[in-house]
């Protein structure tokens, strides 16, 4: 670990420090609160910032620091599922589809530039409009890994065509490894940093469009995630009223946190491949 | 003749995707735990329209029918896809009824069209120069500052970022209106004036972002070309720096940028459905909200379908027109 951050870029550090802030933020403080912040009414309604409230309260009588760490722990595990199951699929099928040229390779080559033609947010708006209202969590999470696993397949499938033809996979291939151990030992190293870096940047995408439904009220609004919280202030017009801390601590959140994620992700990617160009 | 070849070969994969997206769209609503005829009359009802029996069962079968539920899963499919693609007819808007869902899409198309075309200009005009001249020297301190920026503009997405601004330039600095409204005669100054006005912060949350990717990789892309043999002897030609740039190092810079493009499509469509509804924005975006809220099932799949195909046409079209752009693959 010492070693990776040696010579890793600036961006690197700053946007490890600000996701782990938030990690901390939803993972740890959750932990430590008063009681469900979602509950409406446990807490005197339209408060400023104060000793007690440290952002202030609701119109529906919740505290918003409390509520945005629910909101944070709930999001980042939404993205953080979301980007697991994807990258995992989206780096098996694209492996599955390079080694293994064929009619394979046509089939699944096909499904990727399809789904990545399909806009997902309309999708997602039919079904929760269909389904009810509004779509529950894991529903809108199995959406976005159906949607979102073609991104790392792609990159990994035209990886593992250059590879096929490097000489190294041939000495291999010709002194008995298996298939398995050659993509395992020789040509995984290869796509590692870059699928962590597109990891990270899925867990952006899933925690955004999670959100981009909540904000419209699609999603399941009796759980709190970040677009949630938005979409309850919205909802009562904490603008007009000049509740700006209510709106504005999901949005900051949002965006502290996404620029936090993609400069770990840039810096994971610029500096793998930086790595790759020195061996 | 290769050229030729490609082009067949792309126009058979955009049918193909067309039909796949059709048939997920066919296959979302048989998905559902719930009967989607009975949730929309439920939907209807709980608007507070009262109904005697003999309309809601005319509802049923005209919802039955928009659904498509009639005959065997086969027929029902082939039915779907033969009306939206040979026809094009999603039949009459429920909760604007009798208006067609087409005219209703032909209005606010160029409205969702117009936003992204201008403000994808903008932000590849401004983002492609201020890209090139950061990348020029990429170690001066306004080129740091620049590229500080952009980092921090890419990832916000659209409609966080058009809250920002809608909070900052229509609620604490009343400057920009707070929803849109148009006014003025067909083809008038004052209804020109009122467009732009109206689309000013919309337009903005998708500029600034997109400008923020646009000087990021141009920056890095003019970087890597600065050292690159044709640069080099250009500059020992004696040519000047305004001249490298705009015809040596910029065509190879954007290049790249296009298929980029054509990935990110799906995406700014996506962020653009939300800023409209945030805005009250006229276009697709806010048509597809009106149907979730009105229950309008006719509208929501006939939007949901075009905006779908839309999406997949224009990834298409960058596509085809991406070998006409760059010669090296042309002559391949």
């Keep these: ?279 | 003749m290769n050229l030729l070849r490609y082009i067949a070969g792309r126009l058979v994969v955009y049918i193909l995707v067309v039909i796949f997206a059709l048939t997920v769209l066919f296959f979302v609503p048989r998905l559902g735990p719930t009967d989607p005829v009975e949730a929309m009359l439920a939907k209807v009802a709980s608007q507070g329209a009262y109904m005697d029996a003999a309309q809601v069962d005319a509802l049923r079968q005209s919802l039955a029918d928009t659904f498509g539920l009639d005959g065997s899963l086969w027929d029902q499919y082939g039915a779907f896809i033969k009306r939206i693609v040979l026809t094009a007819d999603f039949g009459p808007s429920l909760s604007m009824y009798p208006t067609p869902v087409m005219e209703l899409i032909r209005n606010a198309l160029p409205w969702t069209f117009g936003l992204l075309l201008t403000s994808t200009l903008i932000a590849w005009v401004l983002g492609n120069f201020v890209g090139l001249l950061s990348g020029w020297k990429p170690n001066s301190t306004s080129s740091r500052v620049m590229e500080g920026i952009a980092i921090c503009l890419y990832p916000i997405p659209y409609y966080i970022l058009a809250l920002l601004l809608s909070i900052l330039f229509s609620y604490i600095w009343k400057i920009f209106p707070l929803t849109t409204t148009i006014r003025g005669a067909p083809w008038s100054w004052e209804l020109i004036t009122s467009v732009v006005w109206n689309s000013f912060l919309p337009a903005m949350s998708i500029v600034i972002v997109v400008f923020g990717w646009w000087v990021i990789s141009v920056k890095a892309q003019t970087t890597a070309l600065k050292e690159e043999e044709f640069v080099r002897y250009a500059r020992l030609k004696g040519l000047g720096d305004a001249r490298i740039l705009s015809r040596y190092v910029l065509p190879n810079a954007i290049l790249p940028q296009i298929t980029f493009l054509a990935l990110q499509i799906g995406l700014m469509f996506n962020g653009s459905l939300i800023t409209e509804i945030l805005f009250d924005y006229p276009g697709l975006g806010l048509l597809i909200y009106t149907a979730v809220l009105q229950g309008d099932f006719n509208l929501l799949m006939g939007t949901i379908s075009l905006s779908v195909i839309a999406v997949a046409t224009a990834t298409m079209i960058i596509d085809l027109i991406y070998p006409l752009l760059d010669p090296r693959i042309r002559h391949r």
């Design chain 1, 1 to 279: 670990m010492a070693k990776f951050f040696a010579d890793a870029p600036f961006r690197l550090y700053l946007g490890v420090v600000l996701v782990i802030v938030f990690i901390i933020f939803g993972a740890i403080l959750p932990w430590f609160a008063p009681g469900d912040p979602l509950v409406w009414y446990t807490a005197p309604r339209n408060q400023n910032p104060s000793a007690a409230h440290w952002l202030g309260t609701t119109s529906l009588g919740q505290d918003v620091f409390w509520l945005l760490t629910y909101a944070l722990r709930n999001s980042l595990i939404l993205g953080l599922i979301v980007a697991g199951f994807s990258t995992v699929i989206g780096v098996f099928l694209g492996l599955a589809a390079g080694y293994a040229g064929g009619w394979l390779d046509r089939v699944l080559s096909f499904f990727m530039d399809a789904l990545l033609c399909i806009p997902t947010l309309p999708i997602l708006i039919l079904m929760a409009a269909l389904f009810g209202g509004q779509l529950a969590l894991p529903i809108v999470g199995l959406a976005l890994v159906l949607f979102n696993w073609p991104y790392p397949a792609r990159q990994v499938r035209a990886v593992a065509l250059t590879m096929r033809e490097r000489e190294f996979v041939n000495v291999a291939w010709f002194s008995g490894e298996s298939s398995v151990r050659i993509l395992v030992r020789h040509i995984f190293p290869y796509i590692a940093g870059w699928s962590a870096a597109n990891f990270i940047n899925t867990v952006l995408v899933g925690i955004s469009t999670e959100s981009a439904l909540a904000v419209i009220g699609l999603s399941s609004a009796q759980q709190a995630t970040l677009g949630t919280m938005i979409y309850w202030a919205i909802n009562y017009q904490a603008l007009l009223g000049g509740k700006y801390i209510w709106i504005g601590s999901p949005v900051v959140a949002i965006v502290l946190l996404f620029i936090g994620l993609f400069l770990v992700s840039s810096g994971v990617s610029m500096r793998s491949s930086a790595r790759r160009m020195s061996i």
